[in-house]
């Protein structure tokens, strides 16, 4: 026994030596080969200049959405504020909600979907962080209709408990789905078949013909509604169309999304700019 | 010094902070909104790509910006077109208009405009002496390629330095002041004041932003990576265990008493870098005052780097070698002996 944990020991030992035989590798003839590499790769990419062969252009994926952003950490002392730093952004964010890995919309309209009203998207964008596609642009009738509404978990999808006065307005890390009735069972409108029926058709969609890849989109799209939900149908008093309480809103946020100044100032986007929104692309004619 | 106090009774020290600055928003207004813009802009979702395909988020983290120097400053003290609600698309902020607040000692409106001219006289102005537009100006960052909104760094001097703010410092002001907001505003405005309001890693990458750009140094001729090979010395690896006491760009790079923005070429015969008054970098009060001028000769900036630095690099060449050679055989002896060690009667045996 007591030769099995010398033997034990001496191999502990051994692993150490090679550990640390490793850690000194990399530490110095390590450096020495990395530098002689990149000096090779500095000598080539030298030549190249000389011989005036175009440089690859980067592509305007890269440019745009690639080298966008990047993660900061500020050091303010009395805590350490971790962003990501938006290049040309002054204000601080301060926080990551990520993206929204349920909504199968997202996939192709991103997570900023909405860009045809000028005026218009940034608000409409802002509704679209917390309230899913499916709440606005799907208008359900008769006996699909059941005006239950729930909130799902961004990352896990999961239909998780009102997370409204846990967060600051706007800043949840949930959006609102809304269910419709099929066969009498509580089904919520994007699906779990839904989504992979939409992701089944972007892994082929390059395969497939302009009659099949049109009639995919006919038939993801054929809930949608030719008309959204407007503003007013939600920021009133007397029927909003969310049950705000049912979805875990307290009295003084209902009344302040159901509020003069937040009525009003509806009203003054309808008088200057809301035509144009029930009439999506005209905008962007107009830009 | 700092530093051990910084460490001292850290948790309790962290709980204390954490307490005073979720209760201070709270307990502060917000001066600045008298708009009531944040009843769109606190919604982080209020954002939209543009026709460039350039994300612009329009959302304010109240709470973040109620602890930055703007704090006070409405929002149309900045985005001045907005004048209604709905207000059309925001024109691109200048930042050396006059604006929102009258500077005390003047007592006139307060603007950045005298940080023009020290960009103008520096090596980041986009125009050389003659007033002809540099190659690659394009280049030359702008206000927010260096700076995002300011934030708060408040510092306690109560009995001990650390960083944060000291309820008792803050308990003798209100013996005098009355409003909450006032004294916050004017501790922390102060305190930030006496020191950086970046600390140096923080500054270094700010720097790096564009001096460890391999294209953009390539394009300017520049000698070094400056912030990558800052990184690689004493002071750099100090920054990075965020030692607020070393050195970082801004303290060599400026001659003292002079605006931040005014970083002059080092063939300048003014900069604090040129040959003949780099030797005064190093000695002054606060870094090393005994020290010779000599020990500014040194290369601050050397990489490893064949071309770029010959003789370091032949250097750092003979003591990786050393060390390497020294240490692989003797790790290689003992791996050996420990192999000896566990098969002690082992042999390999030869061939007749």
Redesign the interface.
Known sequence: MLNILK?LY??A??AL??F??II??K???A??IE?YH??QEAIEFAKIKQQQKPEKEKT?FEK??LE??EK?K??????V?EET??K????????D?GPDKRSYCNTCH?D?P??DV??L???L??????IACQTCHVKLEGSKKTGIYKWYDRTTGEIVDSPVKKY????YKAKIVPFESVNGKLVRLDSQENSEFVQEFREKEKTLTEVQRSRAKKMIHEIVSKQPVICENCHQKEAPLLPLADLGYPKERIDAITST??VG?IK??TQ??MPRMLHPGEGSKK? | MLKKSINKNVPAFTLFLTLVFSLLPASISFAADVGNCLLCHKYPGLSRVDEKGKLRLLFINEDIFNTSVHAKVKCEGCHTDIQKIPHDPAKKVDCLSECHITEPSTEQKFSHKDVETSIVNSVHSKVDKNGVEKKFSEDIPTCKECHDEPLYRPMSFFKTIRSGISEEAMSRCKSCHKKDDFIFRFYSHVTSRLHRTKNPLNIAEMCGRCHDNAELVARHKLSTRAAFSYGETFHGKAARFLDERIPDCLDCHINKGESVHQILSSTDPKASINENNRGKICATTDCHPQASPRLAKYSVHAEFNLEQSPVQYFFTFFFIVLTGGTLLPLMGIIFLDLLRRLFPNAVIKRRK
Do not use: C, S
């Open positions: 033997k001496i191999l030992f051994m030596t090679i640390f035989m000194i590798w530490v110095t003839f450096q020495i530098e990149t000096r305007a745009l959405v966008g952003d900061v500020l050091y303010l002392g009395y805590r504020l730093r938006i040309g952004h002054f204000h601080h964010i301060g926080f909600i991103g900023m909405h860009d000028k005026e998207r940034a608000f964008n802002m509704h679209a962080f917390f600051r307005p706007g800043t100044e937040v100032m003054n986007y200057f700019y830009d």
